[in-house]
């Protein structure tokens, strides 16, 4: 697959197990700040609860470096491991869940935690609605002054970002292009252009 889904909304979820109830949150997150910053207004938002469990794939579900995940203060990994592992089987990304505990005065043991904070997430999954989000990787374009009007005209029509524009003798655009529609783009940019565009793609490693 070359997207990966992402929630549209913040998705909501109640499960109640042995007097325990246990409340997940999900919502889209771009980025490690974007995850924490949601993972904190969940904690003022249940102040009283006994525990704000959490995952997050802030980013591509490919990128470990922006996976994480906390117990805090369930037994260690009886929370934010299954939830995170949860989150690892369903193409998801940018993506932040919160699972809530009001501690009911039974203990669940450490096999029905796991299961309890997988059921959690894996329900409010179930029922989220969903956005398709392509990677995108960076190009750079440069043209003349006069060619520029009609190449932005074609990129706001089309699925390529805009990062950047520096004016230099031509003027350079920093792109974030969709791999799998890229090669058509650049065609049509070449032959826009007649040829006077000069494109610049990051190498892979």
């Not at 919502?27 to 009283?48: L, M, N, S, V």
């Not at 794939?57 to 906390?70: C, E, F, R, T, V």
């Not at 491991?81 to 009001?102: C, D, F, S, W």
Request: negative net charge.
């Amino acid at each position: 697959m070359d997207y990966y889904l992402s929630p549209i909304r913040e998705q909501g979820f109640e499960l109640e197990i042995k007097n325990s109830l246990f409340i997940t949150t999900l919502r889209r997150t771009q980025g490690r700040e974007q995850a924490k910053a949601f993972i904190e207004e969940i904690k003022a938002r249940y102040p009283d609860a006994n525990h704000n469990c959490w995952a997050f794939i802030a980013g591509a579900p490919n990128n470990a470096h922006l996976w994480d995940q906390s117990d805090d203060g369930e037994p260690k990994g009886t929370a934010g491991k299954p939830m995170l592992n949860v989150l690892q089987h369903g193409n998801v990304g940018e993506i932040t869940a919160v699972v809530t505990r009001y501690f009911g005065g039974i203990k669940l043991g450490a096999g029905g935690l796991v299961r309890a904070y997988s059921q959690a997430v894996q329900e409010a999954l179930d029922q989220a609605e969903w956005s398709e989000i392509y990677p995108r990787v960076p190009a750079t374009i440069s043209v003349s002054y006069s060619l520029l009007g009609k190449v932005e005209y074609y990129l706001a029509n089309s699925d390529i970002e805009i990062v950047e524009k520096r004016y230099n003798e031509d003027i350079s655009l920093d792109l974030a292009v969709i791999e799998r529609t890229w090669a058509g783009h650049k065609t049509d940019l070449v032959n826009l252009c007649q040829g006077n565009i000069h494109i610049t793609e990051t190498n892979k490693e």
